[in-house]
Nanobody, 123 residues
Framework: QVQLVESGGGLVQAGGSLRLSCAASGRTFSTNTMAWFRQAPGKEREFVAAISWRDSTIYATSVKGRFTISRDIPKNMLYLQMNTLKPEDTASYYC?????????????????WGQGTQVTVSS
């Protein structure tokens, strides 16, 4: 059974940092893009960052320069380093794995999802 399990969320003051982790199990994702999405209450799930199996990366404009996505394919791990956090970054953050060899930001092309980890940034 494929599982994605996020960790590392929490409460932080504006300007602070957090590092999210996602542990994948049940299969390897060596030819899949891994990504982070987030969803705030009352809003749709939105793309945050993605990293391909060749380490190419895409970032949402709102997080570019503040967030860094990385992965360790042999360990089946995905990470999101979040710096200079803002109150508008408050959301549940979800780890996702794409369909085979897809590289992009469209949520419908991501087949595997974690349960999410809450990030709250206070002002």
């Amino acid at each position: 059974q494929v599982q994605l399990v996020e960790s590392g969320g929490g409460l932080v003051q504006a300007g602070g940092s957090l590092r999210l982790s996602c542990a994948a199990s049940g299969r390897t994702f060596s030819t899949n893009t891994m990504a982070w999405f987030r969803q705030a209450p009352g809003k749709e799930r939105e793309f945050v960052a993605a990293i391909s199996w060749r380490d190419s990366t895409i970032y949402a404009t709102s997080v570019k320069g503040r967030f860094t996505i990385s992965r360790d394919i042999p360990k089946n791990m995905l990470y999101l380093q979040m710096n200079t956090l803002k109150p508008e970054d408050t959301a549940s953050y979800y780890c996702a794995a794409s369909q085979d060899r897809y590289y992009g930001t469209v949520v419908n092309y991501y087949d595997y999802w974690g349960q999410g980890t809450q990030v709250t940034v206070s002002s």
